[in-house]
């Protein structure tokens, strides 16, 4: 991107100032701005790219160089109005980021009702008592004299 020009991008979102920092560093021709509804409203004139959960209609209908409204929620079509349509703004959104979340904690539940933590654990405690220690390095003297022992009728 060439750094001739600033693009303005304005966040309804509760950004911190070191994550702004961030993206600021990584793109020297971005000016970020994390604003409440009523600081958007006023920004909006300047505004390429807006972002946030609930971007306002009026903060969209006053950005005319608007080009891009990012939705970080999953649905759009409160952003879907005739000023949006007419200027073919781009508009996306979040919408299957936390599949994953859902996939992972389906997982866990899974595995906690098979009671997989016990397994586990008991595993490892076996695994230990065989000659296994720390993360699974082996011990071959240890598992050697547990395999004399078990061979001589011993536990």
């Known amino acids: 991107m060439p750094h001739d020009r600033t693009i303005t991008i304005v966040a309804f979102a509760n950004l911190e100032e070191r994550h702004l920092q961030?993206?600021?560093?990584?793109?020297?021709g971005i000016e970020v701005n994390a604003v409440d509804h009523r600081r958007g409203i006023e920004l909006a004139p300047s505004a390429e790219i807006m972002m946030g959960w609930n971007v306002p209609q009026e903060?969209?209908?006053?950005?005319?160089?608007?080009?891009?409204?990012?939705?970080?929620?999953?649905?759009?079509?409160h952003l879907l109005v005739p000023e949006v349509k007419s200027r073919e703004i781009v508009v996306t959104s979040s919408s299957g980021i936390?599949?994953?979340?859902?996939?992972?904690?389906?997982?866990?539940?899974?595995?906690f009702f098979r009671r997989l933590h016990i397994a586990l654990r008991s595993q490892l405690h076996r695994a230990e008592g065989a000659g296994l220690r720390d993360a699974g390095h082996w011990d071959e003297a240890k598992a050697?004299?547990?395999?004399?022992?078990r061979a001589r009728g011993g536990a």
């Not at 961030?22 to 020297?28: E, L, N, T």
């Not at 903060?59 to 079509?77: F, K, M």
């Not at 936390?98 to 595995?111: I, Q």
């Open 98 to 111: 936390h599949k994953a979340v859902v996939e992972h904690v389906f997982a866990f539940m899974l595995a």
């Open 144 to 149: 050697l004299a547990r395999a004399g022992d």
């Open 59 to 77: 903060a969209v209908q006053r950005a005319q160089r608007l080009r891009w409204i990012h939705s970080t929620a999953a649905g759009v079509e």
């Open 22 to 28: 961030q993206i600021r560093s990584v793109a020297p």
